[in-house]
């Protein structure tokens, strides 16, 4: 009596058990074949701001957790020593111009008239020393002075035919004016000159440190009075709009995803919220390197790297952030969007 109980008792169990097995296979919600669902995390992306010169820092205007603004001014190094080279090579630049200016201008007519008398002084000279010669060996010959006389008459004649030719040279390129090789120099110093004051200026602009994009003060890694080099980062940079998750795409799903398909981003954060986004990338090879020999199972199991953007203006999606991403496989076709989606 006892076992027919238990075996009755089995046997009610079971058909209860059936029963709600039916049912919900019956009334579950049929699983959706035109949406796939990925699973990946917001891709942390970062910046290292760095100085491109060395010297000491002066200021650090931010600190960790602000949020900055393109072009927002971060730190400044001490300028002193690039402001003292912007000096000295405007300094520079500016007799350069005039050295060049007064070979383009030529010789003052006052230094040509000034030439002019020099030769007419010259050959007034050396009529002198030519009398002088010939009284002097007309003398010599008669034995009324000593041929040393007559010697240091024609030496001074030499001299002042010399001091003639001299003066008419000097005449014939005043009148010339510089030479065109001279000028071809002045020209080229003239541009040394510019390019190592805008290379002066360069590095004096280069003493403060602007933020290249919109983001947060992740890390400060330095602090004023700290000595930097060149590419020694100051702070990190993290960059939150618009942010990207990363995911993985199976491969039979390949042939339905498209870029710039529109998607929507969930977090377990903001529950019942949507973020909108779309698909930016999606990776040319798997993940791993397929075997020489793969059967259609082991081909449904490589997986590719998507990206889906999403844009980010409340920064209510973080860095690291578990997400869930939804695209619909119909009605979904891929947009063109353009350079700044996100309005940067």
């Not at 339905?256 to 977090?267: C, D, H, N, T």
């Not at 990338?281 to 889906?308: C, D, G, N, Q």
Request: aromatic fraction near 6%; hydrophobic fraction near 45%; include cysteine.
């Amino acid at each position: 009596m006892i076992r027919n109980k238990k075996r009755l008792i089995l046997l009610i169990f079971l058909l209860v058990t059936g029963a709600a097995i039916a049912f919900f296979l019956f009334h579950r919600s049929p699983v959706p074949t035109d949406r796939l669902t990925l699973y990946g995390n917001v891709d942390i992306r970062q910046v290292r701001v760095a100085f491109d010169d060395s010297g000491r820092i002066q200021r650090l205007l931010v600190q960790e957790g602000d949020r900055v603004k393109h072009g927002q001014l971060l730190a400044e190094l001490d300028p002193t020593r690039y402001q003292d080279v912007v000096d000295r090579d405007t300094a520079l630049l500016s007799a350069q111009k005039q050295v060049l200016a007064r070979l383009l201008a030529g010789s003052r007519p006052e230094e040509i008239a000034e030439a002019r008398a020099r030769v007419a002084a010259a050959q007034a000279t050396l009529q002198n020393a030519e009398l002088i010669w010939q009284r002097q060996s007309t003398l010599a010959k008669e034995q009324y002075v000593s041929q040393q006389s007559s010697d240091n008459a024609a030496a001074a004649l030499k001299s002042a035919r010399a001091n003639l030719e001299q003066s008419q040279q000097a005449l014939a390129l005043a009148i010339k004016g510089p030479r065109a090789e001279d000028i071809a120099a002045a020209r080229a110093q003239l541009q040394a000159d510019q390019a190592a004051l805008a290379l002066a200026k360069r590095q004096l602009h280069d003493t403060k440190l602007y933020a290249p994009a919109d983001g947060v003060i992740q890390d400060r890694i330095l602090e004023e009075g700290d000595m930097v080099a060149p590419g020694n980062p100051a702070f990190s940079l993290a960059l939150d709009n618009p942010v990207w998750v990363r995911a993985y795409l199976p491969e039979q799903s390949l042939g339905q995803v498209r870029l710039g398909m529109k998607a929507w981003i969930e977090s377990d954060s903001f529950p019942g919220k949507r973020f909108p986004g779309w698909v930016g990338f999606i990776s040319p090879t798997a993940e791993f390197t397929p075997k020489t020999v793969e059967t259609t199972e082991l081909r449904t199991e490589l997986v590719y790297r998507v990206r889906v953007y999403a844009c980010n203006p409340e920064h209510r999606l973080r860095l690291g952030m578990p997400v869930t991403v939804q695209i619909a496989l119909s009605n979904n076709p891929p947009q063109t969007l353009s350079a700044h989606p996100c309005g940067e």
